[in-house]
């Protein structure tokens, strides 16, 4: 039987098969490497692919591919640069064991830079050989070289708060329309800018809205309670998975993934302890981080750091127009706090010493046209958190008083600082987390600290979460917005239409970089044109 050719935009825009990614019958798709045919096994046997499949952390020459089965397992992987899978590359898995939730992830090796990369997948059972799950085929594009001139634009897409506030999927709404609209934007990576999962906020039923409807969620273990154990968390996560469009997604655009407080607990830190939530049997918030990292790393197409295997914050490059800096403001930060301090201390840490001198160096080292530095939570936008002993804490950097930096706006400056002394040029930040778009420019014109080269902030978000918003802004880095579009009115539901995301394109010909906000539907709201300086490191 011949196989029909799927373009890569046949792909990422057609109705994918199964909700997953394509779903073929096993004598059309599959050969197996030996030559021995497989058995036709009973349904019982056959081992399932339960989430589909998920490819993120894309290199010039590897990306991480992700799926989960409900049994031991092995996954087999062939991969092309064709559609017609005419010239395979074969691989397989360890063993998916129980201990990790019968997650796989495999780093494929050896592609080819800045291609087009077409793969199919199934399980082995490791019970019973050479009985197979339904196989899929999925899509991803990896990074051009790092010294590849010209060639083509970058598309990076950005987005983060997922099925907060109560709404979950509510199949008969579309689901999680964000996922569909992300996928038809077609970009070359898609960077989770947190809030992955609401683990401290589960689901109800049915939710009324103001036009008189119901909002009914899909409510299944893993969103009927809070999350405290570790098979809670794994199944808040595998909950997103559950929706169509983000299987679908996953098939066709790789992800680079972050996290912020929801994926353990609101506006966490490692000391907090939640004496006053009666909710939570474990109150010792150290202890839920643990089991929630665990979970993140497991269900989410994250690259382990040989040197440290819980390292969130790392770095991405596109060749010679951008470079990725993907940081992580949770793992390291002290007790959040009235944010005031005059000195620098581990109190007033964020970022903490080593992140903060990782990142410094290496956007000074960095020789891409554009540094976007990708951040969990954004800087000058006011984030409150709870009154303790008569006194406001704040969970961001930004603390409310426009003066100079105090708190944890003392790292942010001295980044900002190191930056101009290096001339770093053509820095931007994307960030998420205030579930409302935005985009703000820093200047030292408008600022109290003035020791820094303006640059730009844009904010995307939520997904599929409620929308709010504005937040009040801090000058102490001199922020001017320049656009926002936020709800009419606090907690608006996924329906109407209130959920972002943004994009940046950096043009291979001009290296100008056009960052645009766009919503639900595909409807660009704003955008910006920046021409890149012609002094950048």
Known sequence: MSETPLSRRRFVQGTLAAGAAILVPDT????????APSIVPSARERPVMVNGVQTGDPLADRALLWSRTDRAARLHVEWDTSERFTNVRRLRSPVAMAESAY??????????????IWYRVRYESERAPRVFSEPLVGHLRTAPHASARGGRSVRVA?????????WGIDESRGGIRMYDALRRAEPDVFVHSGD???????????????DGTVWRNLVVDGKRKVAETLDEYRGAFAYNLLDANARQFGASVPMIAQWDDHEVVDNWFHDLVLENDPRYTEKRVRVLAERAKQAFFEFLPIRRNPKDAGRVYRQFRYGQLLELFVVDLRSYRGANSGNRQRSASGETAIFGAEQLAWLSRAMRESRAVWK??????????????????????????ANNDDGTPAGRELEVAQLLQQLQHAKVRNVAWITADVHYAAAHHYAPERAQFTQFDAFWEFVAGPMHAGTFGPNALDATFGPDVRFAS????????PSDNLQFYGTLDV???????TAGLWDVTGKRLWQVELPA?????
């Open 507 to 513: 043009d291979a010909a001009t290296h100008a970089l």
């Open 533 to 537: 300086a012609e002094r950048s490191r």
């Open 158 to 166: 950005w987005s983060g708060d997922m099925v907060g506030q109560g």
């Open 372 to 397: 976007v530095v990708a951040c969990d939570m954004p800087i000058g936008l006011v984030v409150p958190d709870r009154v303790r002993n008569g006194e406001r804490h704040f969970e961001a950097i």
């Open 103 to 116: 997650t796989t992830h495999l780093d494929l090796t050896g592609l080819p830079a800045g291609q087009d």
């Open 486 to 493: 936020t709800a009419p009115k606090p907690n608006r539901p």
């Open 196 to 210: 992955n999962i609401y683990a401290d906020q589960p689901l109800l039923p049915e939710v009324p809205l103001d």
């Open 28 to 35: 059309v798709l599959w050969t197996p490497a030996d030559g």
